[in-house]
């Protein structure tokens, strides 16, 4: 289904003429809600940072012909195909991007590596522990020619995040002692939300570990600047059978619901405690059943100099402590991150007029194409990406012993 000259081509490559830089032609494979955030992403880095090379959104895939062509259209994709294989197969594809659910990762991305591909994948990096090491050793291979390879953990890339990462690396917080992260969604609250691919292990790999969980556990070990050793976990699935979809359904949007029921083999929160190599704490909850909770991630690490909190739904701001204050005036205090000197804002806009969630999708853009043009490998690395996937396995392990302490395997 290549087509040679699709809405969006010539403007893609207006674009990338335009900017001097060369092209940087991506191939999308989805097109879901994952899909047009990364859409946003590519569409958006070129024209807000100046970029070693022009991202073009060169094909995007999925195995509908019709809603793959729409969410070209849509998004700005220059031609669509339906077999990934074939997107992969094109010379004119320098990057391949992948949207899709878990189970197909880790061939999709072996393939695109073994094409001469970069590769970019959304998180978990992949359903299983096994899968997430060939990936990280393919990627490992590839390297040697100049390929880069990431992992999606997007929430790395705004600007308080950000920040926060450079504190903590600063000192500012001094020895760290405790990170408590929670991940908060309520979209399964009702028992008659369908069965989606997200509630099946053999499509999503796991529930709301490796959904929310991911992201925590990548954010909390980004931030600390170290990695877990350990967990001991509990998990639960509150609702176990639930009505197979009646149509299309997308892994969040509720379509209508089938008489017909089937079995949830995935957990629906999972909540757990961790030890990192510097001796420091962490506990994390992830769960979809958090009435009226939307999309709330929140972050605080203690040190013994200071503290930082980050909350997702207040993404332009980070509460800083600083202990060493004498008493009298000593206390939380917000820092608006909205200046020029803060990690990515130099390119956006005047202090004071914040970003939100789809700007992280641009920042992991931007930070992938500088990455490619400099043949260096970009963090989250797959192996990275395979560090959370043993977390999530050992959360798993802890919850099937009844909480025992289960080390991370390295
Ligand atoms: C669904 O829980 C979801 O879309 C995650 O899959 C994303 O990674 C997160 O950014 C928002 O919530």
Redesign the pocket.
């Given at each position: 289904m290549g087509q040679p000259q699709q809405p969006g081509q010539a403007e893609a490559e207006a674009g990338a003429a335009g900017s001097g830089a060369p092209p940087l032609r991506v191939g999308m494979v989805g097109y879901a809600?994952?899909g047009a955030?990364h859409s946003q992403g590519w569409r958006t880095a070129g024209r807000v940072f100046d970029l070693p090379r022009t991202p073009v959104l060169a094909a995007i895939c999925g195995r509908d012909a019709g809603a793959v062509r729409a969410a070209a259209d849509r998004h700005g994709w220059a031609s669509a195909e339906t077999d990934w294989r074939t997107l992969i197969a094109r010379d004119d594809i320098d990057l391949v991007d992948i949207c899709t659910p878990g189970d197909s990762h880790a061939e999709i991305a072996l393939a695109a590596l073994a094409a001469g591909k970069h590769v970019l994948c959304?998180?978990p990096l992949a359903n299983t522990v096994e899968e997430a090491e060939a990936m990280a050793a393919a990627a490992a291979r590839a390297q040697a020619d100049g390929q880069v390879a990431m992992v999606?953990f997007?929430?790395r890339r705004l600007p308080a995040t950000a920040l926060a990462r450079d504190m903590v690396a600063e000192g500012r917080l001094g020895r760290l002692r405790h990170v408590r992260v929670t991940y908060l969604?309520d979209?399964l609250v009702d028992p008659q939300f369908p069965l989606t691919w997200?509630l099946r292990r053999e499509s999503a790999g796991s529930g709301?570990l490796g959904?929310?969980g991911?992201?925590i556990v990548d954010l909390a070990q980004h931030l600390a600047g170290e990695w877990l050793t350990g967990v001991s976990a509990m998990t639960e699935t509150f609702v176990r059978e639930r009505p197979l979809p009646g149509g299309a359904a997308s892994?969040?949007s509720a379509v209508e619901a089938d008489e017909a029921t089937g079995a949830v083999t995935v957990d629906d929160a999972a909540l757990f405690t961790g030890r990192f190599a510097s001796g420091a704490l962490a506990s994390f909850e992830a769960t979809?059943y958090a009435t009226g909770r939307k999309?709330a991630l929140r972050i605080e690490l203690n040190g013994e100099h200071g503290s930082l909190a980050f909350d997702l739904e207040r993404l332009n701001e980070l509460e800083y402590h600083d202990g060493r204050e004498p008493g009298t005036h000593a206390g939380f205090r917000r820092i608006l991150v909205t200046e020029p000197d803060h990690p990515y804002l130099d390119a956006w806009w005047p202090p004071g007029h914040g970003l939100g969630?789809e700007h992280s999708f641009v920042h992991q853009a931007r930070d992938l194409v500088h990455a490619v043009a400099e043949g260096r490998s970009p963090q989250p690395t797959f192996a990275d990406g395979l560090q959370v996937q043993r977390v999530l396995a050992a959360v798993e392990e802890s919850a099937e012993k009844n909480s025992v302490f289960t080390p991370i395997a390295v």
């Amino acid at each position: 289904m290549g087509q040679p000259q699709q809405p969006g081509q010539a403007e893609a490559e207006a674009g990338a003429a335009g900017s001097g830089a060369p092209p940087l032609r991506v191939g999308m494979v989805g097109y879901a809600f994952m899909g047009a955030a990364h859409s946003q992403g590519w569409r958006t880095a070129g024209r807000v940072f100046d970029l070693p090379r022009t991202p073009v959104l060169a094909a995007i895939c999925g195995r509908d012909a019709g809603a793959v062509r729409a969410a070209a259209d849509r998004h700005g994709w220059a031609s669509a195909e339906t077999d990934w294989r074939t997107l992969i197969a094109r010379d004119d594809i320098d990057l391949v991007d992948i949207c899709t659910p878990g189970d197909s990762h880790a061939e999709i991305a072996l393939a695109a590596l073994a094409a001469g591909k970069h590769v970019l994948c959304e998180k978990p990096l992949a359903n299983t522990v096994e899968e997430a090491e060939a990936m990280a050793a393919a990627a490992a291979r590839a390297q040697a020619d100049g390929q880069v390879a990431m992992v999606g953990f997007n929430y790395r890339r705004l600007p308080a995040t950000a920040l926060a990462r450079d504190m903590v690396a600063e000192g500012r917080l001094g020895r760290l002692r405790h990170v408590r992260v929670t991940y908060l969604q309520d979209w399964l609250v009702d028992p008659q939300f369908p069965l989606t691919w997200r509630l099946r292990r053999e499509s999503a790999g796991s529930g709301s570990l490796g959904d929310l969980g991911a992201h925590i556990v990548d954010l909390a070990q980004h931030l600390a600047g170290e990695w877990l050793t350990g967990v001991s976990a509990m998990t639960e699935t509150f609702v176990r059978e639930r009505p197979l979809p009646g149509g299309a359904a997308s892994g969040l949007s509720a379509v209508e619901a089938d008489e017909a029921t089937g079995a949830v083999t995935v957990d629906d929160a999972a909540l757990f405690t961790g030890r990192f190599a510097s001796g420091a704490l962490a506990s994390f909850e992830a769960t979809r059943y958090a009435t009226g909770r939307k999309n709330a991630l929140r972050i605080e690490l203690n040190g013994e100099h200071g503290s930082l909190a980050f909350d997702l739904e207040r993404l332009n701001e980070l509460e800083y402590h600083d202990g060493r204050e004498p008493g009298t005036h000593a206390g939380f205090r917000r820092i608006l991150v909205t200046e020029p000197d803060h990690p990515y804002l130099d390119a956006w806009w005047p202090p004071g007029h914040g970003l939100g969630y789809e700007h992280s999708f641009v920042h992991q853009a931007r930070d992938l194409v500088h990455a490619v043009a400099e043949g260096r490998s970009p963090q989250p690395t797959f192996a990275d990406g395979l560090q959370v996937q043993r977390v999530l396995a050992a959360v798993e392990e802890s919850a099937e012993k009844n909480s025992v302490f289960t080390p991370i395997a390295v």
